[in-house]
């Protein structure tokens, strides 16, 4: 664990997420951090081939498809835990959008829970967010969304189509996995003042950004196909720290 915190990408972090609060962590800062290289995002990208369409976007929008699962993580032995499959749900105060109703998505697969890439990001970021929570939590409930949001001529992909927001945890991140064929998915980090603190396009695998989610709020624009006579889609890891 010292060994990790010690890495310039962890420290990077920590300082941005115990300050401001958002933070952009590079795709060669995370794969120097965890160990891996371009391999392992190609094999890790392939579970995105295996999801299931979301059926309870309220907007009508055929474009979103995911899975989930939940962890519990001890950051400081790297215990990780798979915890039993149960439904998501948010508030509407949270997600007014698709929130108030549980949400039973399909389980995240085998092979997806057992890729040795997920395991060393989960327990890089836990012991990440143990450094930066003021409160120095030694326990995180990990809730995982794979998301792949398509896009057409006929129908934009929406990453986030509640707009502005904040999903109601400790930490939220989001790990950029691929993109094809697609322009837009800007990402926007806020201060609750309305005030901007960060402005990026993930563009690379690996590139992650992180948020403090009790302290700031973030959007994504939509997403366009640049040949429309192609598949366009985007892929994303959606990782939800809360502390226990």
């Known amino acids: 664990m010292t060994t990790a915190l010690a890495h310039p990408a962890a420290t990077d972090a920590v300082a941005a997420?115990?300050?401001?609060?958002?933070?952009l962590m590079p795709s060669a800062a995370l794969s120097s951090l965890?160990?891996?290289?371009?391999?392992?995002?190609?094999?890790?990208?392939a579970h995105w081939n295996d999801l299931a369409l979301d059926t309870y976007m309220a907007d009508g929008g055929t474009y979103r498809?995911?899975?989930?699962?939940?962890f519990d993580l001890n950051p400081d032995s790297g215990e990780l835990t798979l915890l039993p499959h149960a439904p998501y749900r948010q508030e509407t105060d949270v997600n007014p959008l698709n929130g108030g109703i549980?949400?039973?998505?399909?389980?995240?697969t085998e092979p997806f829970v057992a890729d040795p890439l997920?395991?060393?990001?989960?327990?890089?970021?836990?012991?990440?967010?143990?450094?930066?929570d003021d409160h120095g939590t030694r326990r995180w409930n990990i809730k995982l969304h794979?998301?792949?949001i398509s896009a057409s001529t006929e129908q934009e992909g929406q990453p986030a189509p509640e707009g502005r927001h904040r999903d109601g945890v400790t930490f939220i991140t989001s790990l950029l996995i691929d993109r094809v064929n697609v322009t837009g998915g800007e990402s926007g980090v806020y201060a609750?003042?309305?005030?901007?603190?960060?402005?990026t396009t993930l563009s690379e695998p690996g590139d992650l950004l992180l948020g403090d989610d009790r302290r700031t709020l973030h959007s994504v624009t939509p997403v366009r196909p640049v040949d429309?006579?192609?598949?366009?889609?985007r892929d994303v890891l959606v990782i939800a720290y809360t502390a226990r």
Not at 102 to 108: A, I, M, S, Y
């Open 65 to 70: 498809f995911r899975r989930y699962g939940q």
């Open 17 to 23: 997420l115990s300050g401001p609060g958002g933070h």
């Open 192 to 199: 609750d003042s309305g005030a901007r603190l960060l402005t």
């Open 146 to 148: 794979p998301y792949r």
């Open 118 to 132: 997920l395991r060393s990001v989960l327990v890089a970021l836990g012991r990440i967010f143990t450094e930066a």
């Open 102 to 108: 549980e949400r039973f998505f399909d389980p995240l």
């Open 34 to 45: 965890i160990g891996v290289g371009a391999g392992d995002w190609d094999r890790f990208a």
């Open 228 to 233: 429309p006579e192609l598949p366009a889609h």
